[in-house]
Structure formats: structure tokens, C-alpha cells
């Protein structure tokens, strides 16, 4: 059955409002992770702050401060001034937790006051909405506990509260996750991933935003990899990393062919491709009619709409020509009947409106800037002559070592890489070198024999 929209129509504007965070303007606040993190948890453990825990007010200026952390501190206080006789303890209790943001070490829960005073429309929702779509409904239904010191253990009790937490509604979830998965491949892994850490609390403290950080490029740049590719669904694309204290050179072809320049001449691609494929749907969140990705909505089209997929290309050709061709034609044969001739016409004009010297180069220029900034810095980084590479600090090793290991006790090194490759991760043999040097340094390493051909990892968490 054909996804496509009954009624095509063009506008002025190009929409996105799923599949990507970023937009062609985003406020300076819009990338918060600790915002990001707070979505997750919230999906994760399906529990929100109870509304009557919620204290937004405004200063003299008019600018709102979120005072529900407050609110939360004095029913502490006064759950502590019940259980325990020694009431002084509450003044080193409050100076422990509630002075120096030391209250969102305490559990994952407590992330969830990094979202109490955000609306659902917010534009600070769209990163976690990345995050979301990749979670698609996955909650853990038994939260793993672990053992804490008596005082703090007084806070995570109040904390866990029906009085402070309460089940959160899926109805109230950022309107721009009723979506398909776009990368099936690594929203796989990503559940995968975040299962991993929401079963070990305490690491998930201290790993979640990096695994935000890590899935966030990973999807910026497999999304960019794949998205002309929309005649099959999507695959993990080779993309080379390397250790920050490696050396990059021109001679390791790898590293320059299929590295973060490459991403970096598709991401034009993404807006432009996105924005068309949404103007041809129609997804309905109350009768579930899913937002479908590009390659998804291909394969639904048949011969039947190849005449209003001609029809809206000529018009939305015309609406793009007429101000500097205003007695444009348009060259193409409406009585072609392949629909996949149409879609790849409508995603060229699509493309060509940005073009430079274009009205709408600008906007495609904000586009391209912002998702570099906002996505990914934390991974590329500028080697001289080799120009911008990617580059794998030691937190982020570490990370996805434990991670690709996952319940297993060790890995073969082949194994490892392989796990890697899968998540849209890759390492030249120089590289892989260097990595078995890194594990032989933390201690992490077992030889199985002299020749160092069966070579195992083991996971440090």
C-alpha cells in the first residue's frame, strides 16, 4: 500500500519536523545534553517529576528559573527530619547533595529535574527526540539497584517517592518521534547499548551523556552516508576513526576517503532529502500513521502515483523558478510511469533550491554549520595537512569496548572490531595496533598463545 500523501501541495517553505534535531534556525539553548539525558531517563524508566513538585517562576526580568529542586530539597528535609532522631545531620546532608550539583550523581532519576520546567514546545526537545526515535517504546520494567551509604540512601528514598515521581504518560512525548526508525542497524544497537548502562546505575551516571554524544554522530554521519542510498535500507557505512595520540597522514587512504570529509560533503544531502520526503507524507499520531523514512516510502510507491508525483515535481519546479525563470518549462515527460523516476526528480529539485547563489543557500549554510557544531565536535578534530579526521579519546574507548562486549566477559579481538564495524564504527590496521597497545596498558588484554593470534578483550565494568 502506497504511503503517499492524497493531496500534494507546495509550499514555500521546506518543513522537518522528524528524523534530525537540527533545523536551518536553532536558538543558541537548542542542543542541551543534559536536557537529552533527562528524555532518556524519562523513557527509560517511564517516570516523570509529579506536577505538584514543579516550581517555574519568573525574576524581575521576566526570565523563568526553575526553583523544583528547591521544592524537592524541603521534602527531603522533611522526610529526613522524620526517620531519623538526628536532625543536624540534614545540615551536612543538604551541603553533600543539594550545594553542588552532586543531587544527579545520586541515581538516574534524579536527571529527570534537568527536564521539569521544559514544554512540549520547547525546541531543546528535539535532541532528545533523536534519542527517542532510536529508543522506540524501549522502557526497563525492573530498575537495577545498588547498595549506596546510609545518607544517601535517605535521598534516593524521598527521591523514588510517589510524592516526587510519578508514571509518565507516553501521550505527553515530543511530538516529533511518531517515526519508523530511519537506521533500523543502529537503532538496534542503541537499545542495546543504553540497556547495557541502565543495568549498571552507577556507570550509566557517569557514561550517559558520552553515549548520547557517541550515538548522536554516529547517527549524523551514517544518516549522511546512507540517505541517497533510498532505494534499500540503510547499513552500517565504513567510517574511520583514530586514537587521539595516533599520527593522521594522506597515506592511510582509509582515514581520508572514508572519514568524517567524506560526511562532511553528504551532510548537505540530509535536509533537503528529509524536508521532500516529509512533504509527501502524512503521519497521523491519533489514527498511528507512522512518519516513514526515505527508503521506506520507495518502497511503497507504485505506477498509480506516478501522475501526482509529476504533477506536484512540475509544480514544486515552477514555485522554485519563478522568481529569477518566470516562463520556466518544465522539460520532463509527465507521462512516465516509473514513480522512482519522479521521487529521484522531486529529491534534485529539492537538493538544487540550496544551491549557492540560491535564495535558500543561507538557510542550508545554518544548517550544515549548526549540525557540525552541535553533533559533531565532540569527534572531529583538525590534524594539519590531513585536514579534519576523527578522533577516539580514551573515555570513548573505554566506553565502547564495555559496550560491544556487553554481557559477555570477553571478546576476541576480531569479535571486538567487528561489534564496532557494526555500530558504524572502524579502525585501519594501523589503528588496531594501537588499540591492542591501549587494552595492553589498562590490563584488559589475555594472549592466548605466543603468536598473539588469539587475542581477548575483556570488559572493564
Not at 528524523?19 to 532518556?40: E, H, K, L
Not at 533537503?272 to 498511528?288: F, G, H, I, R, V
Not at 538544487?352 to 578534530?381: H, M, N, P, W, Y
Not at 579519546?393 to 570477553?410: H, P, R, S, V
Amino acid at each position: 500500500m502506497s504511503a503517499l500523501k492524497k493531496e500534494l501541495k507546495v509550499s514555500s517553505t521546506n518543513s522537518l519536523n522528524g528524523y534530525f534535531p537540527v533545523r536551518t534556525n536553532n536558538s543558541d539553548d537548542s542542543f542541551d545534553w543534559d536536557v537529552a539525558q533527562g528524555i532518556v531517563v524519562r523513557n527509560l524508566y517511564k517516570k516523570t517529576v509529579a506536577k505538584k513538585l514543579v516550581n517555574v517562576v519568573e525574576d524581575d526580568k521576566g526570565n523563568k528559573i526553575d526553583k523544583s529542586l528547591d521544592s524537592f530539597c524541603e521534602l527531603c528535609r522533611d522526610d529526613f527530619e522524620k526517620r531519623l532522631d538526628e536532625t543536624e545531620l540534614w545540615t551536612y546532608l543538604e551541603k553533600m547533595y543539594f550545594s553542588n550539583g552532586a543531587f544527579y550523581e545520586v541515581a538516574p532519576e534524579s536527571l529527570l529535574f534537568k527536564i521539569t520546567s521544559l514544554s512540549s514546545s520547547s525546541s531543546k526537545n528535539r535532541l532528545g527526540d533523536l534519542f527517542s526515535s532510536l529508543m522506540g517504546g524501549f522502557y526497563i520494567n525492573n530498575p537495577v539497584r545498588f547498595q549506596r551509604n546510609f545518607l544517601e540512601q535517605q535521598v534516593v528514598d524521598s527521591l523514588r517517592d510517589s510524592r516526587v515521581l510519578v508514571d509518565f504518560d507516553d501521550k505527553r512525548i515530543s511530538k516529533g518521534i511518531n517515526e519508523k526508525p530511519y537506521l533500523p542497524f543502529l537503532t538496534k544497537f542503541f537499545r542495546e547499548d543504553i540497556k547495557f548502562l541502565a543495568d549498571r546505575p552507577k556507570y550509566m551516571l557517569e557514561k550517559l551523556e558520552g553515549l548520547l554524544k557517541l550515538y548522536a554522530y554516529l547517527y549524523t554521519a551514517q544518516l549522511a552516508l546512507n540517505i541517497k542510498g533510498w532505494t534499500s535500507e540503510p547499513t552500517s557505512k565504513p567510517l574511520y576513526f583514530i586514537m587521539e595520540n595516533e599520527t593522521a597522514s594522506k597515506e592511510r587512504v582509509d582515514l581520508v576517503k572514508n572519514g568524517h570529509q567524506k560526511v562532511s560533503r553528504l551532510i548537505e544531502n540530509i535536509f533537503p532529502y528529509l524536508s521532500m520526503s516529509e512533504s509527501l507524507q502524512e503521519p497521523d499520531a491519533k489514527t498511528n500513521i507512522h512518519r516513514i523514512p526515505l527508503w521506506m516510502l520507495a518502497s511503497t510507491l507504485t505506477e498509480e502515483d506516478s501522475p501526482a508525483l509529476a504533477k506536484y515535481a512540475e509544480e514544486f519546479a515552477r514555485d522554485r523558478n519563478k522568481d529569477k525563470n518566470p516562463d520556466y518549462q518544465f522539460p520532463h515527460d509527465k507521462t512516465i510511469s516509473d514513480p522512482q523516476y519522479w521521487l529521484k526528480l522531486l529529491l534534485e529539485l529539492s537538493l538544487k533550491q540550496f544551491d549557492k547563489g540560491e535564495t535558500r543557500a543561507a538557510a542550508q549554510g545554518k544548517f550544515i554549520k549548526a549540525t557540525g557544531e552541535a553533533l559533531c565536535s565532540a569527534f572531529v578534530k583538525n590534524r594539519g595537512q590531513v585536514g579534519r579526521v576523527l578522533v577516539m579519546n580514551q573515555d570513548f574507548l573505554e566506553l565502547i569496548t564495555n559496550l560491544a562486549i556487553g554481557e559477555n566477559e570477553k571478546l576476541r579481538f576480531h569479535e571486538l572490531l567487528k561489534e564496532f564495524e557494526a555500530r558504524g564504527i572502524y579502525f585501519d590496521m594501523q589503528t588496531q595496533q594501537s588499540l591492542i597497545q591501549f587494552y595492553e596498558r589498562v590490563g584488559n588484554v589475555e594472549r592466548m598463545s605466543d603468536s598473539g593470534d588469539a587475542v581477548y578483550v575483556r570488559k572493564t565494568v
